[in-house]
């Protein structure tokens, strides 16, 4: 018998990203709901059709979403803030979308609920809002649609729910604090879970899969008890007629593990990549309860490499020296990897052996599962184990000298900056003459359609590079002057020139690979292309250097560099998974730092140098913090601008940042400014700013740029007013809380005139 497979999640945006591409039409007014139902029940049927040719036994359903699956839990358990009701939409999608999206048009005006990094990853979900008058209860029936369409295709799935712990601990009250867990609310919260399963259980579902991701971070007093008191209200819904697998991920659950085990799942998911020691010491210390299998997750959901079966079928032999009762699975939903390596014909044979997205993976999930079950003879004989074994054996690249020598060349001087950054900001307030409270942008402007399609043209050979330089200049230029129209302080060129803030530099990089349509869905019907790590990382030739020159010479505000950093662009790019992520990090930093070296070199006077994902890859367990990952993060972005000189200001900016608990650490970077978003999430981290004594010059976002709708000027000021409050004023920039590029320009203009209305109104109160 071969072992059961199973897989957590399938992405969901298409192959060709047709579900992105009909809902942003639907935005547009250019399709209907009807239409997007139709490309969304499409999607459904072909991926559980390709799970089912794969030979995958428990395929899930409901990993399905318009906008995100936290938010389709929330609405399930009618977590619905009555802004949103009150909107009294028709079709409970146009509700999802105005929580996922804010709203404004004749039916009212609310902003979108709060988003926030998914784990580790570049995935980010929405934050569900409990209020006092929430009354939770099932709503809506989008699992049981779900199981009953790929059971009338006769492919009886695996529901997938996000559980109630993690739902729990995710969740914020109306005032953005974490929620008081009273006996009502997990009451009820469990009864919805418990109903959920009884009705699976009488649509005939054999299993239900449900995700517990929050169980691997570090527990708080009383998250065991919560976690225990949920669970033993809905564990007696199977009675005995569906099976319960409890499904962890992106780290162990080592210090659960005893308790999650005494309380009977059916199934247990352990994610085998990423805390895979100590998920396999557990298991082999409190044991399997009888009864229980485990699901080892040993097909990577969040790399896009070949797996290495002798590594995998060396963790599955190690459970089963525990119990008998081990299934194969993926140890994350594959919604954090492209859909599939067809169609990457640029890519040599050679490379593309080396690569498997989600379909690949389903393969390889299947060919362990044999290997799992077969003896070492047939093992030997395997023409599958040794074809892999292949692909593992000997260097894939050959190491560059030249980037070796330099790093070990690197001493502690070349990370600290000089003088002390208090002694530079009164240097650079000197050289640049701004006024309080500054006013700029993240850095890029709207990508229009317009651009989009000239750099297709580009990319095809249509026009010649001086016609595209030519329209990009142009574009550069009417951007300043709108800027200087509606009187920023500190410009940007715009970023026309890019396609992408990470896929860019790595272009201009030795070392990386680009894929064609390697799409992963990264918030709503936003997918990034990661580039792919593939070699030793060194800058080819100055990469932004002639456009910021060209910018600076058409303007007499100082225009601003624009660059990404090390950390973000190696969080945005697939690792490599043969040398370390600090090894990595520390080429990627030597090669800015060239080009910040350069931008100065040309006149360019403030830098900003991205660290957009600093936060993402920071481990889910705090002892880790530092000795896996801030420890040479940190250090990595010193080292990209430690020698400039004192009077070049140095600006970085990052995205989504709940950065109060690492507050210290990224004034330790030791940037002369950073911007960061605030006015999605809650403000809490003005207060951690001025606990910490903050030293960094700081821009906490006035308005969210995710949503399309425009913050008035009486807003902003009022949020000025928040961050004056906790600020001292003159460390405070105004700007927006991230890059306008997915923006349009009929919101972007007025939006950003309002910001300066609003810098301008509270800078003659003062
Ligand atoms: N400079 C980039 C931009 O403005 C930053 C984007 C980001 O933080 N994600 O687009
Ligand atoms: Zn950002």
């Not at 090669?591 to 889910?620: C, F, H, M, N, Y």
């Not at 320009?745 to 800078?763: I, M, N």
Request: aromatic share 8%.
């Amino acid at each position: 018998m071969t072992a059961l497979t199973s897989v957590s999640g399938f992405p969901r945006i298409g192959q060709n990203r047709e579900l992105k591409k009909i809902i942003e039409a639907y935005w547009k007014g250019n399709a209907t709901l009807d239409d997007v139902h139709a490309t969304a029940k499409e999607l459904r049927a072909k991926h559980w059709r390709i799970q089912a040719e794969a030979g995958v036994d428990l395929i899930p359903s409901n990993d399905f979403s318009y906008f995100d699956q936290l938010l389709d839990t929330a609405i399930l358990l009618n977590v619905i803030p009555e802004r949103y009701r009150n909107l009294a939409f028709e079709q409970p999608e146009e509700t999802l979308f105005a929580m996922s999206r804010g709203y404004q048009g004749d039916k009212g005006d609310v902003t979108a609920l709060p988003m926030k990094k998914w784990f580790t990853t570049n995935y980010h979900y929405i934050v569900p809002e409990i209020e006092p008058s929430t009354e939770i209860k099932l709503n809506g029936t989008k699992p049981f649609d779900e199981f009953n369409e790929a059971k009338e295709l006769g492919i009886t799935t695996k529901p997938v729910l996000i559980g109630p712990y993690t739902f729990l601990k995710l969740s914020r009250d109306d005032n953005a604090q974490e929620i008081d867990y009273s006996e009502e609310l997990v009451a009820s919260v469990a009864a919805v879970y418990a109903e959920v399963i009884a009705r699976f259980a009488e649509l005939g579902a054999e299993w239900i899969q449900i995700d517990e991701p929050f169980l691997v971070l570090d527990k708080q007093p009383g998250d065991v008890e919560l976690f225990k008191n949920l669970y033993s209200r809905i564990l007696p819904a199977r009675d005995g007629k569906i099976k319960v697998l409890l499904n962890t991920y992106f780290g162990h659950i080592a210090d659960v593990y005893e308790t999650v085990n005494a309380l009977g799942f059916d199934g247990i998911g352990l994610d085998l990549n990423e805390g895979k020691d100590e998920n396999l010491a557990a298991v082999s210390q409190y044991g399997v309860a009888e009864g229980t299998t485990i699901f080892a997750g040993v097909v990577n959901g969040r790399n896009i490499w070949r797996n290495n079966y002798a590594v995998s079928l060396g963790l599955v032999d190690a459970l089963k020296q525990v119990t008998p009762n081990v299934a194969v699975s993926t140890a994350s939903s594959l919604l954090h990897v492209p859909f599939s390596t067809e169609g990457e014909t640029a890519l040599k044979p050679e490379v593309l052996k080396h690569f498997a997205f989600a379909v690949e993976k389903l393969g390889e999930l299947k060919e362990i599962a044999v290997l799992a079950d077969s003896s070492d003879e047939e093992r030997k004989a395997s023409a599958a184990l040794a074809a892999n074994q292949d692909l593992f054996d000997g260097t894939r690249v050959a190491p560059d000298a030249a980037v070796a020598e330099r790093i070990a060349g690197l001493t502690d001087a070349d990370f600290v900056r000089q003088p002390a950054r208090a002694e530079r900001q009164k240097l650079q307030r000197e050289a640049l003459g701004l006024p309080l409270l500054p006013t700029t942008t993240i850095g890029s402007f709207p990508q229009t359609r317009e651009i989009r399609a000239e750099r297709a043209r580009f990319r095809k050979g249509e026009i010649t590079k001086d016609a595209y330089d030519e329209f990009i200049k142009a574009q550069i230029d009417a951007c300043i002057r709108h800027q200087e129209e509606i009187g920023l302080d500190v410009l940007v060129h715009g970023e026309f020139e890019r396609n992408d803030m990470v896929e860019y530099f790595g272009q201009n990089l030795n070392g990386f690979l680009f894929t064609k349509n390697a799409w992963v869905q990264s918030y709503g019907t936003r997918c990034v292309k990661p580039p792919i790590v593939w070699g030793d990382v060194s800058r080819a030739k100055p990469i932004t250097v002639e456009w910021s020159a060209y910018a600076q010479s058409r303007t007499d505000h100082v225009m601003k560099g624009m660059l990404t950093g090390p950390v973000t662009i190696l969080n945005w790019s697939w690792p490599r998974e043969d040398i370390t992520h600090e090894q990595q990090t520390q080429q990627l930093a030597l090669a800015i730092r060239d080009e910040v070296l350069d931008l100065e070199a040309a006149g360019i006077k403030v830098i900003q140098i991205d660290e957009a994902a600093l936060r993402e890859k920071l481990p889910l367990r705090k002892t880790d913090w530092h000795s896996k990952y801030l420890d040479w993060a940190v250090p990595a972005f010193r080292l990209v601008h430690s020698a400039v000189k004192p009077t070049t200001q140095i600006h970085t900016h990052m995205c989504y940042s709940e950065f109060n608990d690492i507050i210290r650490d990224i004034d330790a970077m030791d940037a002369d400014v950073i911007s960061f978003e605030a006015s999605r999430g809650d403000l809490v981290v003005l207060d951690a700013i001025h606990e910490a004594n903050f030293e960094t010059e700081a821009g906490p976002g006035v308005y969210d740029i995710h949503s399309p709708r425009i913050p008035s000027e009486e807003e902003i000021e009022e949020r000025i007013g928040e961050i004056l409050k906790k600020m001292d004023v003159e460390k405070v920039w105004i700007n927006p809380d991230c890059g306008l590029k997915t923006r349009g320009d009929a919101e972007t203009w007025p939006s950003l005139e309002h910001l300066v209305a609003a810098a301008k109104a509270v800078r003659a109160k003062l």
